[in-house]
């Protein structure tokens, strides 16, 4: 039996100091200098075998935070791991202090295409560190070969267009992770956000929406709208990856910041359908009268199809194993939600019995997070805006 970690982590806008990333934001170097100390040490507190990083825009940087952790790591082992020299040498109990180095581990950078580098007009990528190296190389899945067209229609059968995606807002970091005897595929994502998108008209310096002097409640509404349809068409994209490598039989873990709560249309487009009760009691697809049913061997074929496709969320199997009501990784607006998820394909599911493995524990890291907009709050811009999820896992050998 093999127990490893995995770990999701929205770092805040990684970059070098002095460096402006987005318009008038940079870091002084004694900023980058505290946001490289704040993240090693999350990083060695968590102390994961596999990391899913989004938000960084140099490698480099995310390079220098591994280095970091490792330091603080090594001079932790040193102080407390037993030795010839001390005089717990013998107590097992601190097995659990120790800190394994990065020293062999493998990084992957998914670099945004959408960056061009032009100082104020940067874009984030995303990154996989895995202790386990990978099997092959990473893919990253952003620029769509062919552009994805979704087609609508008028209620009453009239065309009504289509929305094209010909490009993600941010990649889609695809590794396959040898763990144990298995080799895991790991997704790491980072979808669009719930700003606004604003057209700016020809000639303009400006969208008109932008504008909160001539505030436009419609506008800024209809805003909302591209954004949300666009986060759930990346998502489709993402659940198309998945359901391939479901469908070639390989384990799947998705986590990431997916701008949206476990419940959200995107997050279920993700995931995938949950089963209808009993399929039985539903009328066909091509129904010839009231009584035309699902028979009851359709209903469990239909069912199993179903479970075979689903992924579940690794929050939600430990709220229901803890009886704990909430778990969150973002506030904003006095709403505590999370925004950051880790999904387990039907292969780690407890009530599968054919599973290869299972979550022991999950934990969150989000002590640093208070809700900015209330003023008596505290807020640090050179932490994260979100708290850090990790699942404990174990893997047959």
Not at 80 to 104: C, E, Q
Not at 250 to 266: C, K, Q, T, Y
Not at 329 to 355: C, K, M, V
Not at 375 to 380: D, G, H, K, T
Request: proline residues 5%; glycine residues 8%; charged residues 25%.
């Amino acid at each position: 039996m093999t127990r490893f970690t995995i770990a999701s982590f929205n770092v805040k806008n990684l970059i070098g100091p002095d460096k402006e990333y987005y318009e008038f934001q940079s870091y002084t170097p004694e900023e980058y200098a505290w946001k490289e100390d704040w993240m090693a040490q999350q990083m060695f507190s968590m102390d994961a075998d596999i990391i899913g990083f989004q938000e960084i825009f140099e490698e480099e940087a995310l390079q220098a935070v591994i280095g970091e952790t490792d330091r603080i790591g090594r001079e932790s082992n040193d102080a407390v791991l037993p030795s010839k020299t001390k005089s717990y040498r013998k107590k097992a109990i601190f097995r659990k202090l120790s800190y394994a180095p990065y020293t062999d581990a493998k990084l992957a950078f998914a670099p945004n295409a959408n960056d061009t580098g032009q100082p104020g007009r940067r874009r984030p990528g995303v990154a996989i560190l895995s202790r386990y190296g990978f099997v092959g190389t990473p893919e990253i899945i952003q620029v769509l070969d062919t552009p994805l067209k979704i087609p609508f229609s008028e209620l009453t059968g009239e065309d009504g267009g289509f929305f094209t995606l010909s490009r993600l807002s941010r990649p889609i970091l695809k590794a396959r992770i040898p763990v144990g005897k298995h080799v895991i595929t790991v997704f790491n994502c980072h979808l669009k956000s719930k700003l606004g998108e604003f057209p700016k008209p020809a000639g303009a310096d400006y969208a008109p929406e932008s504008d909160l002097t001539r505030y436009d409640p419609v506008g800024r509404a209809l805003g909302a709208l591209r954004s949300a349809l666009r986060r759930m068409a990346e998502a489709w994209v993402l659940r198309r990856e998945i359901v391939r490598e479901l469908q070639a039989g390989h384990p799947v873990m998705v986590l990431g910041d997916f701008n949206d709560g476990e419940h959200a249309v995107s997050s279920e487009i993700i995931s995938g359908e949950t089963p209808f009760r009993n399929y039985s009691w539903m009328l066909r697809h091509d129904a010839k009268d009231y009584n035309d049913r699902y028979t009851k061997e359709e209903n469990k074929a239909i069912t199993n199809a179903v479970l075979a496709h689903q992924l579940t969320s690794a929050e939600g199997l430990f709220v229901r194993k803890s009886m704990r009501d909430m778990v969150y990784t973002a506030a904003f607006g006095g709403i505590y939600e999370s925004l950051d998820q880790i999904y387990l394909s039907r292969h780690f599911h407890p009530d599968n019995a054919g599973r290869i493995g299972d979550m022991e524990y999950f934990s969150v890291f989000n002590d640093h997070l208070t809700d900015g907009s209330h003023a008596e709050a505290p807020y640090n811009k050179l932490a994260s805006d979100h708290g850090q999820i990790m699942a404990h896992m174990k893997i047959g050998d």
